[in-house]
């Protein structure tokens, strides 16, 4: 196991993170995507914590509450010393364990009202007396950026947080957070959480470039696509019966893309003796852009599966099997930032050389 810096922080965190999705089954959508239970989810916690994994991700609507209050419980039947682990959650949507309030209409979004509130809520389920980091989960369009970033701001120097961060945002919306930080001596998102697989790119567009530009960390989630490229699925059975995908088909995917990627992951994992989950894994661990990969899993084999990704080393060809399979379609800005910044490129790689 690989630890990575987090942005630009002094934190180091393993190369992949467990994340707790699947633990409690409360609610319509979280029960189709895992129902796991005390016993049973704090078996996957001591798992990733033995093969190295020292973070773990959850967020507050996970099973209405559920998932923290089962993580919070499951680190301290196990001893875990504080130290030891990195916890991060989220803030954003409404959260019916916090009571009957949970349903008012400030109950939700990335307000400061809402932030201050989500945070003791957070801090209590978890049974912890910090966060190490804490995510917006969504971006509000009816609060100003300004009165979210210095409302986390606040929250570091009271001392329930130690890092924060964002999930889902654009590329300008978070360029403009770090401006706004930067302006007023703030603290400022050191990570984003974001969707990013083989066979969805995007994030390559204009949020990868940012993160580069302005030494954000990445943490990925959905790294399978939802199950997709997991190896169950193929253009025929489009998965077993009752699988994630098959009832909860999220996120969107390009199908015939996919399949063409599964198609190439599914000859090298053959190749290597490994399931394709894990080159789909390994092809994300490979990308420099990226500071850790969050898994979830529902059955202990799935977990070791997953964690052993980690061992697998892709060749150049094998990259460039995948990336060409995998490639996105051109479109503008990118094609004329390419051909027209294309020779100081080769220019100053020929400097770097010289």
């Excluded at 997991?230 to 098959?246: C, M, N």
């Amino acid at each position: 196991m690989r630890y990575n810096k987090l942005g630009n922080t002094g934190l180091f965190v393993s190369e992949l993170c467990l994340g707790t999705m699947t633990f409690g089954g409360q609610g319509e959508v979280w029960s189709q995507i895992g129902d796991l239970q005390q016993a049973d989810a704090e078996k996957l916690v001591g798992q990733a914590l033995d093969a190295g994994i020292n973070f773990i991700d959850t967020a507050d609507v996970y099973s209405e509450g559920q998932s923290e209050i089962i993580t919070g419980q499951a680190l301290k039947n196990l001893g875990v010393a504080r130290d030891e682990v990195v916890v991060a959650t989220k803030v954003f949507g409404p959260t019916q364990s916090s009571g009957p309030a949970a349903t008012g209409v400030n109950t939700r979004g990335a307000s400061r009202y809402h932030i201050m509130e989500g945070v003791k809520a957070s801090l209590k389920r978890l049974q912890l007396d910090h966060l190490d980091l804490y995510q917006i989960h969504g971006f509000d369009p009816a609060t100003p950026i300004e009165e979210t970033v210095r409302a986390l701001h606040n929250l570091v120097e009271q001392g329930h947080v130690r890092y924060v961060g964002v999930s889902n945002w654009a590329a300008w919306q978070i360029v403009k957070a770090l401006g706004i930080a930067e302006r007023h001596g703030w603290n400022r998102f050191e990570s984003l959480q974001a969707y990013y697989t083989l066979a969805g790119r995007d994030l390559e567009r204009e949020l990868a470039p940012m993160l580069e530009s302005e030494n954000l960390g990445l943490m990925v989630w959905s790294p399978l696509a939802g199950g997709l490229l997991s190896g169950k699925y193929d253009r025929e059975t489009e998965g077993e019966a009752g699988s994630r995908r098959t009832t909860f088909d999220f996120p969107p995917v390009d199908r015939e893309r996919g399949f063409d990627c599964i198609d190439v992951m599914r000859q090298i994992a053959d190749t290597k003796g490994v399931s394709v989950a894990r080159i789909a894994l390994a092809w994300l661990l490979h990308q420099p852009v990226v500071s850790s990969v969050i898994i979830g899993a529902k059955r202990p084999d799935q977990l070791a599966d997953n964690i052993a990704a980690t061992e697998v080393q892709l060749s150049d060809d094998e990259l460039a099997r995948l990336n060409e399979v995998s490639a996105l379609p051109a479109e503008y800005p990118g094609w004329m930032l390419e051909r027209q910044g294309g020779y100081r490129r080769e220019q100053l790689a020929e400097s770097k050389r010289g």
